[in-house]
């Protein structure tokens, strides 16, 4: 479920202005829906193993598309690697403000691998 509106999501994905990109907004707002809705029927683990889950594939999916767009992290524009920043950096302070969710680890160096 969250899976496919993650993907519809970073699927329209643009590095442009303004940041945070309305995809970013979307997929944090997703995440917090999803959040609220299992907070009072799954235990912390659970929901920390689901959003560790979720995390994963978000990555996978902001790679292909930074790969699809063409966007290298040391060869476009320096501003597009900057916007990417902001953005993730948007999303990194979304997760940590969910209280189960702030000890997950947001490294997004592998989108760059």
Do not use: H
């Not at 329209?12 to 979307?26: D, G, H, L, M």
């Not at 299992?38 to 235990?43: G, N």
């Not at 063409?70 to 501003?79: A, E, I, N, S, T």
């Amino acid at each position: 479920m969250i899976d496919d509106k993650l993907a519809e999501s970073i699927s329209v994905y643009e590095v442009k202005a303004p940041v945070p990109s309305q995809s970013f907004r979307s997929i944090c707002s997703q995440i917090e829906k999803v959040y609220q809705l299992l907070i009072d029927l799954l235990p912390e683990t659970s929901i920390k193993k689901l959003f560790i889950q979720v995390d994963d594939k978000f990555k996978t999916r902001l790679k292909n598309r930074l790969l699809q767009l063409k966007v290298p992290r040391d060869g476009g524009p320096q501003y597009a690697e900057q916007m990417i920043f902001q953005d993730m950096t948007f999303y990194e302070k979304q997760l940590k403000n969910l209280p189960y969710l702030n000890g997950i680890s947001t490294n997004f160096q592998d989108i760059w691998n």
